[in-house]
C-alpha cells in the first residue's frame, strides 16, 4: 500500500501573508489541521498547524491592553509562525515508512510531493483509516488473538485450518510478542461461531490472548 493511494487530496493550501484568523477559520471550514504554504511562484515554503496558530502570541502580551492585543495579532501573519523546514514523501512511498517518520518525527501529517508540486498531505487520520481496514474493525466476526511461535509456517496452520472447517478470514495481522522466540497474531473471521474457532485454533497455537464477537461498525 503506497501513500499516493491514500492520501487526501485535494490540497488546502495559503499564501504565507495570510493572517492568522483567515487560517484558522479555513481549518476549521475544511476540517484539517494543517496545511502547506504555497508561495506566488508554487513553491511550498513552509507548513503551518492549527496548533501553531492557537498559540501564536506576541511578546510581552501580559502589559498590552486587550485591544493593543487584538491589534497585534491581527497583524501575525503565517509567514511568522510556519514551520520552514517541512518534511515530504512522495506518492510511491510505503504507508508504513511515512508512518514511521511521523511517529518518529512527532508529526500529525506530511505533504507529499511530485516533482515538487504539492499533490496531496498524507495525515495520521489517513494512517487511522488503514489501520482500521487492516484489523477489519467495521466488519463483524469473531476477533482472536493468540501467541505463536516465531517459526516457519505456524501461521499456514491456522488459516488453513480455518479454510478446511468452512471459515472466512476478514483479517489477519501480526506483532512482535514478549521474546523474540514469540509473535502475536491477531485475526478475525466470519462463518463461525465463538466457541468452534477456539476449539480449533487452541492446539494449534502457544496460548489464545483474547477471543470475542463483534458486530460491525
Given at each position: 500500500m503506497l501513500v499516493g493511494e491514500r492520501m487526501s487530496r485535494p490540497v488546502i493550501s495559503i499564501p504565507p501573508q495570510t493572517r492568522i484568523q483567515e487560517a484558522l477559520n479555513l481549518m476549521k471550514r475544511e476540517s484539517i489541521r494543517r496545511m502547506p504554504v504555497i508561495d506566488q511562484q508554487g513553491r511550498m515554503v513552509g507548513i503551518v498547524s492549527e496548533r501553531d496558530l492557537l498559540h501564536a502570541s506576541p511578546s510581552d502580551?501580559?502589559?498590552?491592553?486587550?485591544?493593543?492585543?487584538?491589534?497585534?495579532?491581527?497583524?501575525?501573519?503565517?509567514?511568522?509562525?510556519?514551520?520552514?523546514?517541512?518534511?515530504?514523501?512522495?506518492?510511491?512511498?510505503?504507508?508504513?515508512?511515512?508512518?514511521?517518520?511521523?511517529?518518529?518525527?512527532?508529526?500529525?501529517?506530511?505533504?507529499?510531493?511530485?516533482?515538487?508540486?504539492?499533490?496531496?498531505?498524507?495525515?495520521?487520520?489517513?494512517?487511522?483509516?488503514?489501520?482500521?481496514?487492516?484489523?477489519?474493525?467495521?466488519?463483524?466476526?469473531?476477533?482472536?488473538?493468540?501467541?505463536?511461535?516465531?517459526i516457519p509456517g505456524e501461521l499456514a496452520h491456522i488459516t488453513t485450518a480455518i479454510h478446511a472447517n468452512g471459515g472466512n478470514i476478514i483479517s489477519l495481522s501480526t506483532a512482535l510478542g514478549e521474546s523474540t522466540a514469540t509473535g502475536l497474531v491477531t485475526l478475525k473471521v466470519e462463518g463461525m461461531g465463538q466457541e468452534e474457532l477456539k476449539g480449533l485454533i487452541e492446539p494449534l497455537v502457544e496460548q489464545i490472548v483474547d477471543i470475542r464477537t463483534t458486530e460491525a461498525a
Open positions: 502580551a501580559t502589559s498590552l491592553s486587550i485591544w493593543e492585543l487584538n491589534y497585534l495579532l491581527s497583524k501575525i501573519t503565517v509567514d511568522d509562525l510556519m514551520s520552514r523546514e517541512v518534511m515530504t514523501v512522495t506518492e510511491d512511498t510505503p504507508v508504513e515508512i511515512a508512518a514511521r517518520v511521523m511517529a518518529d518525527q512527532k508529526i500529525g501529517g506530511m505533504p507529499v510531493v511530485r516533482d515538487g508540486e504539492v499533490v496531496g498531505m498524507i495525515t495520521e487520520t489517513d494512517l487511522f483509516k488503514i489501520f482500521l481496514e487492516i484489523l477489519g474493525a467495521r466488519y463483524a466476526g469473531v476477533r482472536l488473538t493468540a501467541t505463536v511461535l516465531n
